[in-house]
């Protein structure tokens, strides 16, 4: 199930600062979200099926935020995710730093990760980077970079294009580069993935997703 983080139609939205008031302020946003195939830094999470997902998110105008979101990954299985940050912007300038566990409860295989991850933005230019700093098979050390432009083609409608780097310390894992492009117009996201894996074979892969927040 490690690999198969995006981006990532489905990945974790993360909350940004809020105005400031004069006041220390803060936030309960919840997400919700079903894709035709939960794609994670180029690669299925389930199985090229269907998947549904929820989460809950805490950000304080300081930056500070915490957070939860699980997502179906087929055959009764499921992840959960738990993560903790600060955000903030100053101009057409935004980072983001935290931490995320990625938490696999259903099954015998030990999954359970955690990653260290950092994140900047520059108008419409965004770059990262995480590394894995323990795992439930004791084989951390891996490392993922990524890069990302999104532009607006009118005031409903949005285009994303990106590339990712995933660099395994276990040679037993192949590394690979991912990249594809997303098309979003409201609720609504139509993105195409692909790998330099050899496997699977159908690269690239289409979904079709939808998700809200409240």
């Known amino acids: 199930m490690r690999h198969s983080v995006t981006p990532t139609v489905l990945a974790i939205a993360i909350a940004g600062t809020l105005a400031s008031t004069?006041?220390?302020?803060?936030?309960?946003?919840?997400?919700?979200?079903?894709?035709?195939n939960y794609i994670w830094r180029g690669t299925t999470q389930a199985n090229d099926d269907a998947a549904v997902s929820g989460g809950l998110d805490y950000s304080h105008d300081t930056g500070i935020?915490?957070?939860?979101?699980?997502?179906?990954?087929?055959?009764?299985?499921?992840?959960?995710?738990?993560?903790?940050?600060?955000?903030?912007?100053?101009?057409?300038?935004?980072?983001?730093?935290?931490?995320?566990?990625?938490?696999?409860?259903?099954?015998?295989?030990?999954?359970?990760?955690t990653e260290l991850y950092a994140n900047v933005s520059?108008?419409?230019?965004?770059?990262?980077?995480?590394?894995?700093?323990?795992?439930e098979d004791d084989d951390d050390g891996d490392l993922y970079y990524s890069a990302g432009l999104d532009f607006d083609i009118d005031e409903a409608m949005g285009v994303s294009?990106?590339?990712?780097?995933?660099?395994?310390?276990?040679?037993?894992?192949?590394?690979y580069i991912h990249y594809g492009a997303a098309l979003a117009k409201g609720d609504f996201t139509f993105a195409i993935d692909a790998?330099?894996?050899?496997?699977?074979?159908?690269?690239?892969?289409?979904?079709?997703?939808w998700g809200t927040t409240f």
Do not use: C, K
Not at 122 to 135: H, K, Q, R, V
């Open 161 to 175: 294009v990106y590339v990712g780097s995933y660099n395994f310390d276990n040679d037993a894992n192949e590394d």
């Open 65 to 113: 935020y915490v957070g939860t979101w699980a997502s179906s990954i087929g055959g009764g299985n499921y992840e959960l995710d738990l993560y903790a940050g600060f955000s903030a912007e100053s101009g057409p300038l935004g980072y983001d730093v935290g931490v995320i566990t990625y938490l696999y409860p259903v099954g015998e295989v030990e999954s359970d990760f």
């Open 22 to 36: 004069g006041q220390a302020t803060a936030a309960v946003e919840g997400n919700i979200g079903v894709t035709s």
């Open 122 to 135: 520059y108008d419409m230019f965004s770059a990262g980077i995480a590394y894995e700093i323990s795992a």
């Open 195 to 209: 790998t330099d894996l050899d496997e699977p074979a159908d690269d690239p892969r289409v979904s079709v997703s």
